[in-house]
Structures are given as C-alpha cells and as structure tokens.
C-alpha cells in the first residue's frame, strides 16, 4: 500500500460536511493519481462545490464567515491527504502555497482589473523567473487572451473569463489543479477547446488536475478516472471508458 | 487664479484627509471610523515627542508614524478581525476605538490652543501673483506623492496588487495563496500611516484640537461616500469635486457656507449616481 501512498498526490479519507443538519458530503473517499487528470460529475447540488470548496480549504473561510454572521453551522469529518500530508485543517492560502490552487466555480477573475493584472496577481506566490515563463506559457496556451491584455476581466466574454482563469491559476504554480466546473455556460466549440487546453496542460507542465462538470461529454475524452456523486455520495467511479459504457451514466451524466 | 490654486490646495487637503479611509475600506471592506482619531493622535504624539521630550522634529514624525501604524495593526489584529462582515458592528467598533482614544487624548490634556506643530518651512512664495505660504506648497506636494505612491504600490508590488485581489474577490485571493487576514491588516496600517502622514502635513496650518478629529472623519466619510465607497480613484474625484466647489463658495459667496456646499454636493452626486461617482456599477457585474 505505501507504494500506492506516493502515487496519490490526493487522498480524501471518509469525508462527511454538514450545513447546520443538512448532509452535503456523505462519506466520500477518493483518490487523485499524480499526474492523471480526475472528473467528479455530478447533478447540481449533488456536492461538487462543497467537494471542492472542502479540497481547496474555502470552507473554512466560509465557515468562519457564517460563524460571525450566526448563520449556518458547518462541520466536516474525514481527512484530507494532500502529498502524505494532513490538510484537512488548514487555511485555504496554505493550502496554495503548497501548490494545492484552486480555479473557483464562475470563474471568479477579479472584474476591475485588467486581463494583465489579473495573471500578475496569479503570480502572487511565484518566484519573478517562475511567473515570467509561466506568463509565456499561459500566453501560449491561450493566444487569444494576447489582444486583451489590458481590457478590464469584467468585460471578457464567458470563454475568455475561463482562460483568464485558468492561465491565473497555473501563475500560482500548481502542484494539484483545481477545475470547479470549467466548461459552465460556455457555447460547445469553446467547451471542446478548453478541455484540449487542460489535457495540453496536464501533459506538458504534469501538472495534476482534479476537474468538477455537471455534463461530462467534453471532458470525457480527457480525463483518466472519474467518480460520480450523487446527494453527496460516491454512487459509481471507474475509468472514463468504465463510466461511458455504464448504462445508467449514459442518459444522467453523459446526455445520450 | 486665486480659486484654481487655492482649489487645489484645498483638494490635496481633502486628498490627504480622506485617502488612508478610502484604502482601508477599498480593501478589507472595513470602514475604519477610528480614521480622524489616529489623525489626531499622530499630531499630539509628534507634538509631544518634540516639545516634551525634546526630539528632533523628522525623529519625532518618524516615530508617531510608527506608532501609529502598530496601533493600526492592533487596531486590526485585536479588534476589527473579531467583527469582520459585519459592517455595523465594524463601524460601531472602530468608532468606540476612535472615541476613546479622542476622549482620552482631550483628558489627557489635549485641549485649548497651546498646542501647535511647526511648519516644515516658513515664509511664502508668489505664483501666478498669488502669495502662497511654504506649507501649502508641501500640502500640495504631499498629497500628490502620497497619490504617487500609492498608483506605484498598487500596480508594481506584489503586496498591492494582493490588496486589490481581496477587494474585488476575496475567495478568489485566497485560493491563489493571498491570506486576506494579512492583506486586512496591511490595510488599515497603511491607512492609519496615511492619516498620520496627512495629520503631519496639515496640522502645522492650524492647532491640534480634538474637535479636528471629529471633522477628518467627516470629510474622509463624505468624500469616500461622493466618489463611491472602496475606489480610491473616486476618492480623488470628489476631493478635486468638493474642494473646488468650496473654494468657490468661500471667495464668491461667504466663508461660513463651505460646510454646506460639500453636503450640497454629497446629496447631489447620491440622487444622480446612488453608488458615487465610481462606485460598483451594474455593467460590470459577472457575466455568465
């Protein structure tokens, strides 16, 4: 088993959260291999998010927030293991700059600044040589975002949003990528090029990438293994092949 | 010519008063009411260390600018973060702070005129025919340094440009590794060194009085407001806009009204843009 440990560059471990009495994540374990691209699909509301927000730390903040606000109580049980460590507590910028980042669901560039600002302030935890190179392979990546250096993010289109997001976070340097629902509200042909992008990433930095979708047809080619949620638990989870032929996923997940 | 250039002076005043609030908010979203009192408190303290304890005068700014800035991250670290998101209890703490240390400072003996800093430099210069006295000069040129400084930290350093992720987005900062917490602290620091660079600079003009500290906050809450709360770039606008309009009211009509015209204004800019002149505007909210 321990030569299995080195593998996973994540491992979740018996994952519960609650929303005050409410179940979100009901006993999820999963694994990541380093280096292999994992889907988690899912409907809406069965969990993805507050997978990811739980993965990525966000809850803590959103939990503290509530906790001032007398809101909603939220708890979480289980462990997180990111690289053999214990993470499950620990705050979101930690979390990042060990090189666990986060691509938040809508995308979340910072609207009032420009295409350029925002990838610089992507570089906030990278080194001034790692955030040039990164900026010309981002660049690359995305050669459409060249002409929009200097518009404000807040007036990109959807597509252009996600690159930008996208391109943000590889300048935090990621060890392990994380995609909340990418392909959201993008037209089909911008959806087909994205998901080539993340593959083009994946092999080329090796950089690990854990992505969330609701419809899971774009990124099935992609991806290397896939778990599907259902009311916050794992229902199904086996190779992109092994989900596609599984009649039950075909008509839910995979629209045909 | 008179009202341009007292115009200006008097913008770069409103500038200097306002602009440590205007950062402080933009950031962390934290209306740090204690502003007009820190003001205050970095005059007295200069005052004291160069006439109590005989300091030289830069030593003494040196260190009341120092001070200061502790007392804005402690302001932050053991008051504000407890009441973060809640903007009512933000603002009634951080006006206790600032009464109390108000109050404090007037018990302490901080009453009447005996108390005045002296200007950088004395004597007065011509320009365009119209005297201006040296201090006025480096109002003019502070407030315009302070602007400088803080175009250049914003947009060239990393700790900057980290204050402007978590304006706009904090969740989106602190995946990428910005703790806002920090960034929070760094802000109501810097706006605390602010109010204490524009206490130096504008005090010397008259006497450090409590009651001074009250109008700060007023000017800095009014001017924050007219160019919509959190943008720094408002913020100038509606100095340039109220301190204008002031002058103008003071030359052509009386002096005693230049409360009233920067209300007039206020209410103006409220009715015809409710969010400011550049406060969050609709058009740029998520496009999905």
């Known amino acids: 088993m321990s030569s299995n440990n080195t593998q996973n560059i994540l491992e979740v471990r018996d994952l519960l959260v609650y929303y005050e009495n409410a179940i979100a994540i009901n006993n999820v374990s999963l694994k990541c291999r380093k280096g292999k691209i994992t889907g988690i699909f899912g409907a809406n509301s069965a969990g993805k998010s507050t997978l990811m927000h739980t993965i990525s730390g966000l809850i803590m903040d959103m939990r503290d927030k509530e906790k001032k606000k007398g809101g909603e109580r939220i708890t979480w049980f289980g462990e997180i293991n990111y690289n053999g460590e214990n993470i499950t507590n620990m705050k979101p910028s930690d979390r990042a700059r060990k090189g666990l980042i986060l691509s938040p669901e809508r995308r979340q560039v910072f609207p009032e600044s420009s295409t350029m600002e925002n990838i610089k302030i992507g570089g906030y935890l990278a080194t001034r040589e790692q955030a040039k190179k990164t900026m010309d392979y981002v660049f690359k990546l995305f050669p459409e975002l060249i002409n929009l250096k200097h518009r404000e993010a807040g007036f990109l289109s959807g597509g252009e949003q996600q690159m930008l997001a996208i391109g943000r976070a590889l300048m935090a340097q990621p060890k392990l990528l994380l995609l909340d629902e990418p392909l959201l509200g993008l037209a089909p042909s911008i959806e087909t090029r994205l998901a080539q992008a993340i593959k083009a990433i994946n092999t080329e930095t090796g950089v690990t990438v854990v992505l969330s979708e609701q419809y899971a047809r774009p990124v099935f080619p992609i991806i290397d293994y896939g778990y599907v949620l259902e009311n916050g638990s794992i229902v199904l989870e086996g190779s992109g092949e092994e989900l596609m032929n599984n009649p039950d996923v075909l008509g839910a997940y995979f629209g045909m | ?288």
């Open chain 2, 1 to 288: 010519m008179e009202i341009i250039i007292y115009g200006i002076v008097n913008s770069l005043t409103l500038i200097l008063m306002s602009i440590g609030f205007a950062l402080a908010y933009g950031v962390s979203r934290i209306p740090n009411f204690a502003h007009g009192a820190l003001f205050i408190l970095t005059g007295y303290l200069t005052w004291l260390l160069r006439f109590r304890m005989d300091m030289p005068y830069g030593l003494a700014i040196l260190l009341s600018l120092i001070i200061v800035a502790i007392i804005g991250v402690a302001l932050y670290q053991i008051i504000l973060i407890r009441v973060r998101g809640m903007p009512i209890s933000e603002i009634i703490a951080s006006f206790g702070v600032g009464l109390a240390i108000l109050e404090f400072l007037r018990w302490s003996g901080l009453k009447g005129t005996a108390h005045m800093l002296p200007p950088f430099m004395s004597g007065s210069m011509l320009i365009f025919d119209v005297p201006l006295d040296y201090q006025r000069i480096i109002v003019v040129l502070g407030g315009v340094s302070v602007l400088l400084f803080l175009w250049f930290f914003t947009t060239y350093t990393k700790p900057g440009l980290s204050l402007k992720a978590i304006a706009q987005n904090e969740r989106a900062g602190l995946v990428l590794g910005i703790d806002s917490d920090i960034a929070a602290t760094l802000a109501v620091a810097i706006g605390a060194v602010f109010a204490g660079i524009a206490a130096i600079i504008l005090l010397p003009l008259g006497n450090i009085v409590v009651e001074m500290g009250y109008e700060v906050l007023v000017f800095a809450i009014a001017v924050s407001v007219c160019g919509g709360l959190g943008s720094w770039k408002g913020a100038v606008i509606a100095s340039f806009l109220i301190g204008f309009a002031q002058t103008i009211t003071v030359s052509l009509v009386a002096p005693h009204y230049h409360f009233v015209t920067a209300l007039f204004i206020i209410i103006m800019v409220l009715i015809f843009k409710p969010s400011g002149l550049f406060g969050r505007q609709k058009e740029l909210e998520e496009r999905v």
